[in-house]
């Protein structure tokens, strides 16, 4: 992981903390739980073609970072794909929409993992109906290599403040090809009360708030022990834990210190913020929210190698009964003719930031 002057972390929410951390030192470099975050390191480096394409899949954006794929191995030449329901949010995502979007992500990453390398994948989405796997993959001689791959590594979710600079022209017509760019200054301005309002209502919800303290990673060991959920790392967040400022009591009490400077860093960062994306889709069926999932995915690609950034703020887009009224204003402000909104991110140029920790993939595999 690059070391930076600023250490970035994941508070609530998929939300962020900036940190003045210490440049460089033995503790920083004791700090980083490198074992979390080796699957970056381990891509593409299996015996078995689809163990390789997994390997890449597993690096996906997903709520929460949950992780919550599974893969069998069948045959020669299939993997059956499922979601591990163990792993799911009853609370931010109560039908499992993001859950589901997040595995488009893992699907899409897969199939041009297997592109890179001359391999076809032929999904079939759900093949027993719902309840069942989400897809079954066959992979088959074929496929094209997709420019996008190349930026697999670099991809991130960016969850810091964006500097003012605009959204030039030619990148927004690029990233039209998989999301609506939404760079319009009234509409930014709107966007950016709905996103914070909405944030708020998660925060402030005592449900939401403890299913993301739940997800809470407290420094290096706890990292280490469940790479997955938000993590809270790195020197300085873990000087303020032996110093008992930051802990699962302090995040859940709206009197804190820890709570009331998780708002106002979100707050900046959400103000920060020059231009959108959107996702919608006409009907709202798995399959769509899996092709969601592939543009989002997609998306964050291309912006990734134009140097952009992104970030889903998803609040305004949850299904909770407490978050209905910003539900229904997204949907006025964004949704065409019924449609439904899948992905609402931030857009814009961000400062460079690490990978977040995953599962290796052999605690993901399951035998047939
Ligand atoms: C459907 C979906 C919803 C997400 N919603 C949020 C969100 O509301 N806020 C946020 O900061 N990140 C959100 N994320 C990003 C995840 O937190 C992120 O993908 C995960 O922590 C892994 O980090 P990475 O994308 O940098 O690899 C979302 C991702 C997906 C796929």
Redesign the pocket.
């Given at each position: 992981m690059t070391l930076t002057r600023r250490k970035t972390l994941?508070l609530i929410?998929?939300?962020?903390v900036l940190a003045a951390a210490a440049a460089g030192g033995g503790f920083f470099s004791t700090r980083t739980p490198v074992r979390a975050l080796a699957p970056w390191q381990m891509a593409g480096r299996y015996a078995d073609a689809r163990l390789r394409a997994l390997s890449w899949a597993l690096?996906a954006?997903?709520?929460?970072?949950r992780q919550p794929w599974v893969a069998e191995l069948a045959g020669a030449d299939q993997v059956i794909i499922h979601r591990d329901r163990t792993r799911n949010l009853p609370a931010t995502d109560p039908f499992d929409r993001?859950l589901t979007?997040?595995m488009g992500?893992f699907l899409e990453l897969m199939t041009m993992a297997a592109a890179e390398e001359g391999l076809a994948v032929t999904l079939t989405l759900f093949p027993e109906g719902e309840d069942g796997p989400v897809a079954q993959a066959r992979f088959a001689d074929g496929g094209a290599p997709d420019p996008l791959f190349a930026h697999a590594l670099q991809?991130?979710?960016c969850?810091e403040p964006y500097a003012e600079r605009p959204v030039p022209d030619a990148a927004a017509a690029a990233l039209s090809a998989h999301a609506r760019i939404l760079r319009d200054p009234e509409l930014v301005a709107a966007l950016r009360a709905l996103t914070w309002a909405a944030f708020e209502v998660e925060y402030r919800t005592p449900a939401t708030l403890q299913e993301s303290i739940d997800l809470m990673r407290f420094g290096r060991a706890e990292i280490e022990a469940n790479p997955d959920g938000i993590e809270l790392g790195g020197p300085f967040l873990e000087a303020l834990m032996l110093a008992g400022v930051i802990n699962r009591a302090a995040q859940a009490d709206p009197d804190s210190m820890a709570f009331k400077t998780g708002l106002d860093i979100y707050s900046r960062m959400l103000a920060a913020t020059p231009a959108y994306a959107v996702i919608a889709t006409a009907g709202n069926s798995r399959e769509d929210q899996i092709e969601a999932?592939r543009q989002?995915l997609r998306l964050?690609l291309a912006a990734t190698q134009l140097g952009l950034a992104v970030?889903?703020?998803?609040?305004a887009l949850q299904e909770f009964p407490e978050m209905a009224e910003h539900y229904a204003a997204a949907h006025a402000l964004l949704a065409r003719d019924g449609e439904t909104l899948q992905?609402l991110g931030r857009l814009g140029y961000g400062p460079a930031t690490g990978?977040?920790p995953r599962w290796p993939l052999e605690t993901r595999l399951i035998d047939a």
């Open positions: 994941a929410g998929g939300g962020v690096l954006p997903n709520p929460h970072n993001q979007i997040g992500c991809r991130r979710s969850k999932g989002w964050n970030q889903p703020v998803s609040q992905m990978p977040s």
